[in-house]
Structures are given as structure tokens and as C-alpha cells.
């Protein structure tokens, strides 16, 4: 079936360090991709999306790449600040559902 | 300012009670989700409705019921029928049903068991 497996948090970084969130996805063709991120008493809110492979998501600062060969969507993001910490979660698109990871909580400390 | 309003932000239910969750959203969307969220897992599809006065279940809607008589408005329904109903609850709108399109969320409201 379709699923998302996001690597377990809470990730702890350093201000300044550079982020890798892993996301790896089951599904049966090419469904579209999602990272979503939850700060601190807020709702969910899209950070980006690539719709086919090798799309390129980005936004704030932070990419992901659509990587069909590796069934896989990694956040990244080069310099991390302590406004980045939050929850997130990697999605993919099923029968125009969501299938969500169980989100990954990022704490960066100054 | 658009955008979507869930109230309350808390919500206790008794045993056997029933409870209405609330959703309203001023984007002028016609797609409407509602979604579960418990500690360690990824958010659940409760129900979604993609035009007024019709609506779908999602994978766990069982002890759960909606209604979409306005486009802007999508209660939840928690019933006594729902034996866990204890987690906090998201909805969100989309423009329409082309998963494309951005879902929007509303800050949640938590739901507790006394």
C-alpha cells in the first residue's frame, strides 16, 4: 500500500548546522510530494511540493528533491536558525488524499 | 484576513457524549478536510468534502459524522460510538479537489475525555 516513513525525531541541531530530515515513500506510480511543517502552537502550513520526479521543492530556505530511483524526498536545508524549530512532516498525494509521515519534531539550539 | 477558525481550542466530552467540533473557513474554498492527529503517528483522514452537501470518508471515519450545508462550514461530530476519541483534531480547505492544490489548516482543537 501507500505509506511515508520520516526518520524519528526530535532531531537536535546547532544553530547554524546543516539539516537532513529523511523521507522515504511507498506508492504505486508517481504521486506528488509534500513537506508541511507545524510550529509551536500553530496550525500546519505547506513548505513546499514537487509534483513529478526529479522536481526540485524549496522554500525558506529549505529543498527537497523528488527522487524516483530512491522512492525518496529529503528535506535539507543549509544553515539551520532557531526559528526553524517545529514539526515536520513529509506527505504524498493518493486518489487526491494525503498520506502522511508521523512528522519529525526539530529543535535547534542557539 | 482569510483563513480557517476551529473552536474551541479545547473540548472536554463526557462518557456517552456527544460533540461538535467546529470549522469555518473565509478562503472561498470548495474542498474541506477533516484530520486526526495523535502523538507519533502522521495525520489520519477522518472526512472530506469536496462541494457543499456532499462529503466522503476518509480511512477512519467510523464513530464520526459531518455535514457541509454552507461552503464555508464543516463541523465534526464526535460520538459516543468513537471508544478513543481523546487527540487533536485538524481541518483544512483547498481550493478544490486537485490534490495540487495547497491544504490550508486551521490552529486544531484538542479533545479530551473526563
Known sequence: GNSVTQMEGPVTLSEEAFLTINCTYTATGYPSLFWYVQYPGEGLQLLLKATKADDKGSNKGFEATYRKETTSFHLEKGSVQVSDSAVYFCALERDYQLIWGAGTKLIIKP | ?114
Open chain 2, 1 to 114: 484576513d482569510g483563513g480557517i477558525t476551529q473552536s474551541p481550542k479545547y473540548l472536554f466530552r463526557k462518557e456517552g457524549q456527544n460533540v461538535t467540533l467546529s470549522c469555518e473557513q473565509n478562503l472561498n474554498h470548495d474542498a474541506m478536510y477533516w484530520y486526526r492527529q495523535d502523538p507519533g503517528q502522521g495525520l489520519r483522514l477522518i472526512y472530506y468534502s469536496q462541494i457543499v452537501n456532499d462529503f466522503q470518508k476518509g480511512d477512519i471515519a467510523e464513530g464520526y459524522s459531518v455535514s457541509r450545508e454552507k461552503k464555508e462550514s464543516f463541523p465534526l461530530t464526535v460520538t459516543s460510538a468513537q471508544k478513543n476519541p481523546t487527540a487533536f483534531y485538524l481541518c483544512a480547505s483547498s481550493r478544490g479537489q486537485e490534490i495540487q492544490e495547497t491544504q490550508y489548516f486551521g490552529p486544531g482543537t484538542r479533545l479530551l475525555v473526563l
